[in-house]
């Protein structure tokens, strides 16, 4: 799966260096600065260089746009919700509605995908009375500001040699756009109220896979995400426990650490760019190692046993969703302002 689906242009090259640099700077600002959720320091400069091939200021409004209106979203429903757990639900899934309608249209894409994951993310953990909402929604909105720094700075280090095609919008039917908002809305608020009940703290990794898994936006496109996220989970989980044991007493001296990470995210992006399929084998291993590394990496923490539970709890997670996911399908499909279609 890791074979090259094409050669590596020189855009490619820089992109790798992009992607590589990008995110090991965002590991360092998380960890030097000592905030506690580097999930988005780490793993948003991953999404940003990945997937968009240039900045723009229509880019950085829909990034932080995001996460302003998430935190918003968030500060008010903790406040006045949190012991509302049904009425919480429904709202949730209202507010994960417009987000996925944004995605299926396409032109507010990055809006809804960055959305849907920070209001997850920051619903989830600001349910529990000892979680610092400030300090949530400061460290997610530092962690996108910084993540489009980085980006820009990226570009500017490492540019494009050529000129790149301007990506074709594929129209959709209107029952077609429901299906894909309805699907994702209602997967997305399943998983919150899953990992409400199971009280699943400690599985962020699992939380993030259960949405990057409705991103294709319908059953089939799903259902190939899954297996290439099944292989990259593997891929980064092991790479991370390889550096883990390499390092061993030093694995938390960033001066070692550091190159190490940006190799192994090098040789991860190479795999990306190369399969040239959006969300491939790639892109789920250096996620995965990016949210192991920015997330749990600290004095007190066991890398070796998070490594391990984040393997096993997202290929939980992957199996559950895809059986969610194929239920609501059907049960969209059954109607004619609902039906997938083309």
């Known amino acids: 799966m890791l074979i090259r689906h094409h050669p590596l242009s020189a855009n490619d090259l820089r992109q790798c260096l992009r992607i590589a640099t990008g995110a090991t700077l ?44 998430a935190i918003i979203e968030v500060a008010l429903l903790a406040e006045y919700l949190g012991s509302h757990p049904i009425v919480m639900s429904i709202v949730a899934f209202l507010l994960f509605l417009y987000r996925f309608a944004c995605m299926s249209r396409g032109s507010l894409f990055l809006f809804g995908a960055t959305g849907v994951i920070s209001l997850s993310i920051m619903l989830h953990f ?69 990992f409400q009940v199971f009280d699943l703290r400690d599985s962020l990794a699992a939380q993030a896979t259960t949405l990057l898994l409705l991103f294709p936006m319908h059953w089939n496109g799903a259902l190939g995400y899954a297996r290439r996220r099944a292989v990259g989970t593997i891929l980064g989980v092991t790479c991370g426990l390889l550096m883990q044991l390499l390092l061993y007493t030093w ?23 190369t399969e040239a399929m959006g969300s491939g084998v790639g892109f789920g291993a250096m996620t995965t190692m990016g949210a192991l590394y920015g997330q749990n990496l600290t004095p007190a923490n066991d890398l070796i046993y998070s490594s391990l539970y984040r393997g096993a709890s997202i290929l939980g997670a992957i199996v559950l969703t895809l059986m969610a996911c194929y239920l609501v399908h059907l049960l969209l499909n059954r109607f004619e302002a609902t039906r997938f279609g083309h």
């Not at 320091?41 to 990034?63: A, D, E, N, Y």
């Open 26 to 69: 965002g590991f360092l600002s998380c960890k030097v600065l000592e905030f506690n959720y580097g999930v988005f320091f780490t793993v948003l400069p991953m999404l940003m260089l990945g997937i968009l091939p240039k900045m723009s200021l229509h880019v950085v409004r829909q990034v932080m746009a995001s996460s302003a209106i």
């Open 126 to 194: 600001a349910s529990y009375p000892d979680t610092d909402v400030t300090e949530l929604a400061i460290n997610n909105f530092m962690g996108c500001g910084f993540s489009v720094l980085i980006a820009y700075l990226m570009m500017y280090l490492f540019p494009d040699v050529d000129a790149r095609a301007p990506m074709a919008a594929m129209p959709k039917a209107p029952h077609r756009m429901r299906h894909e908002a309805l699907m994702g809305a209602t997967i997305a608020t399943i998983s919150f109220a899953v």
């Open 251 to 273: 694995a938390h001296e960033l001066v070692l650490l550091l190159p190490l990470f940006w190799l192994v995210t090098l040789l991860f992006s190479q795999a990306h760019v």
